[in-house]
């Protein structure tokens, strides 16, 4: 098997870079299962929604989703300037709530959906010489 000095290189050598990956292994889990937790809400909001015979959504079901987008807001406003980030993220809300609204989020794209529009409008855009 291995010898003392020889196990004990091993572990010199490959010890920190194994308690590395551990520990940002079960930080990545802890944030993958927050956004889980999220995501799982945030769709069961837009099922009651669905399944709902009024068009309104209740203010409740509003504040849930702004808050469940909001730390998401709050990182993309990191790269703004600092003195325009109040009124961007005010226009951010503003634009979410009117698209939530007007109840055309039926009819929002798939991923794949809305990559197959951007390189179509990509082809047919004039290049420039």
């Known amino acids: 098997m291995f010898e003392g000095e020889a196990f004990v290189q091993l572990i010199g050598n490959f ?9 940002l292994l ?13 995501i799982s ?3 069961d909001v837009f099922e ?3 399944h709902k015979s009024e068009v309104a959504m209740s203010d409740k079901e509003m504040i849930k989703i702004i808050e469940l ?5 709050k990182k993309v406003l990191l790269q703004t300037n600092i003195h325009d980030r109040d009124d961007l993220e005010q226009d951010l809300l503003e634009l979410i709530i ?19 529009q951007q ?3 990509a082809e047919n855009k004039p290049q420039s010489t």
């Open 15 to 23: 010890g920190f870079p194994i308690a590395v990956t551990i520990y």
């Open 119 to 121: 390189q179509k409008l």
């Open 48 to 50: 009651k929604k669905s």
């Open 26 to 38: 079960h930080r990545f889990e802890r944030k993958i299962e927050a956004l889980e937790s999220a």
């Open 98 to 116: 009117k698209k939530i609204r007007s109840n055309d989020i039926k009819d929002v794209p798939g991923f794949f959906d809305f990559i197959n």
């Open 41 to 43: 809400s945030l769709a």
């Open 69 to 73: 987008l909001e730390p998401k807001i």
